[in-house]
C-alpha cells in the first residue's frame, strides 16, 4: 500500500533494541525535521492556499509527536542528545535535479516528503510489531496510523498540482532510486539508518 519497492530487513529491529535512547533521539529530530519541512513548504507555495492549510494543521501534529518522543526520552530518565546525520535523507534528495519549474520544484519537494513518510511509516510498523517493549511497540503503532495518512496527503497534493501522468512517473523512478539506497541500510539504530 506504501508503495516501497524494497522491505527493511527485520533484523534492523534488534539492531534498535539494543539502543533505544538512540533511536529515540533520531526519531525526536524525525519529528522536528517534519515540522520543519511543513513550515519551509508554507513559506516556499504560499499561493497554494489548500496546502498551506493542511500543513499549517500538519505542523501541530508533527511538533506534537516531538513531543510525545521528548516525553519518552526524558520519562525513561534521559536527556536529548544532538541531532544525528540522516544518511537516507542526504542521499535521497539528490534524485531530482535543481531547478526547473515551480510546479516542478512543488511536486519534488512533496514527492520526496511523501516517500520520507511512506518508509517512516513500514519502519514504525516494523516497531510496532517486533519490539519485545510492548509500551513503545504500541506507540508506534499509533504513530505508524499518521504516518500513512501524511505519505497519502504528500502524494496526492503532488498529483493534484503537478500533471498526473508526469507525477506518476517521477513517483516510480523515486521509488527505484530509494530502493538502491536502502539495499545499504537497515544496519544503524536510526529510523532510516
Ligand atoms: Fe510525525
Ligand atoms: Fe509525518
Partial sequence: MLGLKLPTDPRWVNIVEKNIEEILTDHAYCEQKATSTAISLIVSFPEYTELVQEMTALVKEEI?????????????????????????????????PKGGSRTDQLVHRLLYAALIEARSCERFRLLSEELKDKELAEFYRRLMVSEANHYTMFLGFARQYGDREMVDKKWQDLLDYEANIMKDLGKKETIHG
Avoid: E, P
Fill in 64 to 96: 506534537s509527536h516531538f513531543k510525545m518522543v521528548h516525553d519518552k526520552i526524558i520519562n525513561r530518565g534521559w536527556t536529548l542528545g544532538r541531532d544525528r546525520k540522516d544518511d537516507y535523507v542526504i542521499a535521497l534528495l539528490k534524485f531530482f
